[in-house]
């Protein structure tokens, strides 16, 4: 009933700037907690932020700074705009949806978006 749409992924030098969406569609949920998380070849899947149904944000301390998480609440999307890239950000970052159903909390993972930076 849940599904997430993602998109934004692309191509960049170091030095410049992406923006990811993460939308959530389906009915029967609402909204916990939506976030962005990478994995890099070879290396464990990351939180990368996190946005809160209350609007509290947490970041990796690798891109706090550069990057900033934000929501669009009526259309259940997530944003991750993405500055100043470096060649070490390069992965597939991936959108969860954390929702309550009506009597649990579950997570929901989108499939993956390539993001590239060349040095």
């Known amino acids: 009933q849940v599904q997430l749409e993602e998109s934004g992924g692309g191509l960049v030098q170091a030095g410049g700037s992406l923006r990811l969406s993460c939308a959530a569609s389906?009915?029967?949920?609402?909204?916990?907690?939506m976030g962005w998380y990478r994995q890099a070849p070879g290396k464990q899947r990351e939180l990368v932020a996190l946005?809160?149904?209350?609007?509290?944000?947490n970041y990796a301390d690798s891109v706090r700074g550069r990057f900033t998480i934000s929501r669009d609440s009526a259309q259940n999307t997530v944003y991750l705009q993405m500055n100043s890239l470096k060649p070490e950000d390069t992965a597939v970052y991936y959108c969860?949806?954390?929702?309550?159903?009506?009597?649990?909390?579950?997570?929901?993972w989108g499939q993956g978006t390539q993001v590239t930076v060349s040095s």
């Open positions: 969860k949806l954390n929702y309550w159903s009506g009597y649990k909390f579950s997570d929901y």
């Open positions: 946005i809160r149904s209350g609007g509290s944000t």
């Open positions: 389906g009915s029967g949920f609402t909204v916990n907690t």
